[in-house]
């Protein structure tokens, strides 16, 4: 099993350029979701996924959309990038809810300059 | 509301020390789940324990320990004798029963010297 995987791990972009980050797992996990980690915080959730088709938001979902159409996969896209936005971007997934162990990927390094 | 306090931003200390990293959380819940995660210079977020709220026992795996106390709130790891390869930043997290979120703590930087 690969487990929760990101791609890409780093990607530079300039102001008002949008771009998809990708997150597949394979554990057959049911809720997937996405953070963002800033430098010297904890992470912060953008948006989750309680199974295909269905999305909530987060704490800090602005500026960002998400779709779920199949049980591996999460994509989250960045609109009209903005440097507040530079930041480190974790997917993450559980089989049930969050009080159930979460796994998370490697990680995306953003820089929005 | 939920929330994870962890007032310590950074411990520096000497190998074979032992370390205790603080985690106090807030929850109106009675039932709820509290974690803790290692997230070593390389980035990723590694897994270490997970709690549930009716279990008061404290845990020992290996080096490691935590110690739960629900009359103050509090979820703290101890490392016994301290190693460089346990630099890392630290994360306590809470998630209250029937929600969808998890919430996390700032994170401690503990920093191991040789």
């Known amino acids: 099993n690969a487990g929760v995987t990101q791609t890409p791990k780093f990607r530079i972009l300039k102001i008002g350029q949008s771009m998809t980050l990708q997150c597949t797992q394979d554990?057959?996990?049911?809720?997937m979701y996405w953070y963002r980690q800033d430098p010297g915080m904890g992470l912060k959730l953008i948006y989750y996924?309680?199974?295909?088709?269905?999305?909530d938001k987060g704490e800090v979902p602005n500026g960002y959309n998400v779709s779920r159409s199949t049980t591996e996969d999460f994509p989250l896209r960045l609109e009209l990038a903005a440097p507040s936005q530079t930041s480190v971007y974790f997917c993450?997934?559980?089989?049930?809810?969050?009080?159930?162990?979460?796994?998370f990927g490697p990680g995306t390094r953003l820089t929005v300059l | 509301a939920q929330k994870v306090t962890q007032a310590q931003t950074e411990i520096s200390v000497v190998e074979k020390e032992d370390v205790t990293l603080d985690c106090v959380y807030e929850?109106?819940?009675?039932?709820?789940?509290l974690f803790w995660y290692k997230q070593p210079p390389s980035g990723e977020l590694v897994f270490l324990i997970r709690?549930?709220?009716?279990?008061?026992q404290n845990e020992i795996s290996g080096r490691y320990s935590w110690n739960f106390q629900k009359s103050t709130s509090s979820f703290n790891f101890t490392i016994t004798a301290s190693q460089v390869v346990d630099s890392a930043v630290y994360f306590c997290?809470?998630?209250?029963?029937?929600?969808?979120?998890?919430?996390f703590g700032t994170g401690t930087r503990l920093q191991v010297f040789p």
């Open positions: 993450a997934s559980s089989y049930y809810r969050a009080v159930d162990t979460q796994y």
């Open positions: 554990m057959n996990h049911n809720y």
């Open positions: 996924s309680v199974g295909a088709g269905i999305t």
């Open positions: 929850t109106r819940d009675t039932t709820y789940y």
């Open positions: 709690r549930n709220s009716f279990d008061e």
């Open positions: 997290a809470l998630s209250e029963n029937n929600t969808d979120k998890l919430i």
